[in-house]
């Protein structure tokens, strides 16, 4: 007997050494805070300029985002918990011994586990430590329970659980919880709600409110019921629980950024980590807001023209942050399109790149009051021949540079761009941030002065930043507290003026958009617009003192809008934006810079000033005003390398009769280029026989085409000249 007594301690010792020992092995280290803010960051958040959430997130392994102090929870909220969970959560140290051994004899008495004893310590403890849900990991937990009691306090404890509780689809913590559920705040839920709440830890999964809320119903009323009794509740509070039913609401943020926020994600995706994985953005919620609101309400009603979406930036061009970054209607798997950032899409800009080729013009030796020919031209594209026409297909003879800007008319915008060559043209738009024209500049030609390439809306409004800004470039800002960019000079502060002068003067758009329309704003602001081939496009951008705004309209597919053009379709919006911008607003003008000269000129000839013609104020940069009264020469765009060539045809023209037209009533006009030489007449020549005669002044000649492959040539008598000169021959094709 003392034998087998003797053996029994030895393995009862034996066996207790071991689970002390196993004990020791397999209890984790203390925590040395039970705060989460050094955690890894799967996924930042994402907030405004002001801390407002831009988007949801719930990849992290804990919550970071909605983590509130205790003295924030409800009261009540926090009774409710611990009368479920932990009635005696302020009397143990750690496991509740008295609970654990009521709870082995029911689950003996049942022969199946129907009852848990874990506290709200011992289930802090099962989150910090993840572990199979086994009776050595609950012998473990017990353990560890105390031991973090000893260092925490109970309202240390209590908050990181309220705060870290796990729920279904992702959620930790009673304000997510809140938040998925019923879209509520803490202080807002009502009394059924924060019941249920305490309800759903027990079985996240299966008592899920989105999948079923009839199987919640009867342990929120055992609950309710015991906080009855308990004088917790009033007896009208316990009855409306057994009459309401939950309300459950979709979650959604105060503001939809979406395509903003993922730009953020991907631009700025190999950034360090901001402090506790927060990324506060220059974005302005409350402006975000009412730009999506006035976006939308013009799409709404411009549906019956189909016009499907839209977009708009808004920055602050002093600072160069990005206010509001918004795309029409709100992203969804069902809407066409919808998933497509409009601002970041490349699209054709119609006439909204013309500030910047005139800009060039000026820094090349041209002013304001420089007279451009509006006249009917037609320019060779490839093997066929493009008419140019102006918008309203008027034609205005010589204007000055200030008013065919005011009016964007396109021959006069062909004929600069022929002046400073598509190449300069195309150089100076990269160096404005337009990176989308990736072809070489004889692919866009003299069409790039008319927006044949495509560029992006947030491209768009930091070329216009460089003009708002006298003329200094600086990379837009979506991130606050990033460090500044050195500016740099792409035009003169008096280019940038005198640009932003002509674009803020009504008189000079007069001719094509009258005086009294959208685009005369209240505050001196400058504008323009834009509109792509068959009404793609429609774009209006403009700029103040303080802000410059960028909108778009048009089909994310390509199909035109039904005659929706930036001055009726986009000025609209961009006034309203500019209406709201300006309400708290000091009133001040553009900038013009001091060293600019102010000169009295004549209005149709661009010189000084006569009694005899009608006259106004020009601005002009130091050394390029005029100086005399007489009428200039109009400004040549392309230097001849002959003195007479063909301007029709042009090599290799193809032309095509027209089925619908008698042959015998077709005609081509041929015509000789110009030149400053005194003609006395000119022979028009094809297929070597002379088809006509023309004299003085006259440099065309009508003649019936003919199908098959033709030669022309010209041979021009001058005043006192004993030979013609001829020019080059030209091979054309008529099918």
């Not at 996924?43 to 392994?61: E, F």
């Not at 661009?606 to 013609?613: H, M, N, Y």
Request: net charge positive.
């Amino acid at each position: 007997m003392r034998k087998f007594i003797r053996v029994s301690l030895v393995t009862l010792l034996l066996g207790f050494s071991i689970v002390f020992g196993k004990t020791l092995l397999d209890l984790a280290p203390l925590p040395t805070t039970l705060s989460v803010t050094t955690s890894p960051i799967r996924k930042l958040q994402v907030l405004d300029r002001h801390a407002i959430p831009l988007i949801m997130t719930y990849q992290n392994d804990w919550n970071i985002y909605d983590y509130v102090p205790l003295h924030e929870i409800p009261e009540l909220l926090q009774r409710i918990f611990l009368l479920a969970e932990d009635k005696r959560f302020y009397e143990h140290g750690g496991p509740d011994w008295r609970a654990r051994w009521h709870a082995l004899f029911q689950n003996i008495l049942a022969l199946r586990i129907v009852r848990g004893a874990s506290t709200i310590t011992e289930q802090t403890v099962r989150m910090l430590y993840l572990r199979p849900r086994t009776f050595w990991s609950h012998w473990l937990q017990g353990i560890e329970a105390s031991r973090l009691e000893r260092h925490f306090s109970k309202a240390d404890i209590l908050e990181f659980y309220l705060n870290q509780v796990p729920y279904a689809n992702q959620r930790r913590g009673v304000v997510q919880a809140a938040r998925y559920y019923f879209d509520r705040d803490l202080d807002t839920l009502n009394l059924k709600e924060m019941i249920a709440l305490a309800v759903l830890i027990r079985a996240p999964s299966r008592l899920d409110l989105r999948r079923n809320k009839t199987e919640i119903e009867a342990p929120i009323v055992r609950l309710a019921q015991r906080l009855f009794e308990l004088n917790l509740i009033s007896n009208t509070d316990y009855q409306e629980i057994l009459t309401t039913p939950l309300s459950l609401r979709e979650a959604s943020l105060p503001i939809q950024a979406t395509h903003f926020v993922n730009y953020i994600y991907t631009s700025h995706a190999a950034s360090p980590l901001p402090h506790l994985g927060r990324l506060y953005t220059t974005l302005d919620a409350k402006l975000q807001s009412f730009v999506q609101l006035i976006l939308n309400q013009r799409i709404q009603e411009l549906q019956n023209q189909n016009v499907s979406h839209g977009a708009v930036l808004v920055v602050d061009h002093q600072t160069n942050e990005v206010l509001a970054w918004v795309n029409s209607g709100r992203p969804s798997p069902e809407i066409s399109g919808s998933q497509i950032d409009a601002v970041t899409i490349p699209r054709q800009p119609g006439s909204a790149l013309k500030p910047f080729l005139y800009a060039l013009a000026l820094e090349k030796g041209w002013t304001a009051a420089t007279l451009i020919d509006d006249a009917p031209l037609a320019e060779a594209v490839g093997v066929g021949l493009h008419d140019y026409r102006n918008y309203s297909r008027s034609y205005y003879g010589s204007l000055r540079l200030r008013d065919v800007l005011g009016n964007s008319l396109n021959i006069p915008a062909i004929r600069t761009i022929q002046f400073v060559s598509a190449q300069s043209f195309l150089q100076r738009l990269h160096q404005l941030g337009i990176s989308s024209l990736t072809a070489r500049s004889d692919y866009y030609g003299d069409g790039l002065a008319l927006g044949n390439g495509g560029v992006t809306l947030l491209e768009l409004v930091q070329a216009y930043t460089v003009l708002a800004y006298q003329g200094l470039f600086r990379p837009l800002k979506v991130l606050r507290n990033t460090s500044p960019t050195k500016a740099i000079s792409v035009f003169t502060p008096e280019i940038a003026s005198i640009i932003a002068d002509i674009l803020s003067d009504s008189d000079a758009r007069r001719l094509e958009f009258g005086r009294g329309t959208l685009l005369r704003f209240p505050i001196q602001t400058a504008v323009k617009t834009g509109t792509s081939t068959d009404y793609r496009d429609a774009w209006a951008v403009g700029f103040n003192h303080h802000y410059t705004v960028g909108v778009w309209l048009g089909n994310l597919d390509q199909q035109p809008m039904s005659q929706v053009s930036g001055a009726t379709g986009s000025a609209l919006i961009l006034r309203a934006i500019f209406a709201e911008l300006n309400r708290y607003e000091e009133t001040q003008p553009l900038f013009l810079s001091h060293k600019l000269v102010k000169v009295n000129i004549c209005r149709t000839t661009g010189q000084l000033a006569t009694p005899t013609c009608p006259s106004k104020l020009e601005w002009f940069i130091p050394g390029s005003q005029p100086v005399s009264s007489d009428q200039p020469e109009l400004t040549p765009v392309k230097p001849l390398k002959k003195a007479f060539y063909l301007k029709q045809p042009t090599p290799d023209l193809q032309l095509a009769m027209d089925p619908r037209i008698p042959d015998e009533y077709e005609a081509f006009a041929l015509m000789l280029s110009d030149t400053s030489l005194k003609v006395n007449s000119i022979e028009w020549v094809v297929d070597d026989e002379v088809i006509g005669t023309t004299v003085a002044d006259t440099r065309q000649l009508l003649w019936p085409i003919k199908r098959g492959q033709h030669l022309a040539q010209a041979k021009v008598w001058t005043i006192n000249a004993p030979e013609p000169m001829t020019t080059p021959t030209v091979r054309f094709y008529v099918k």
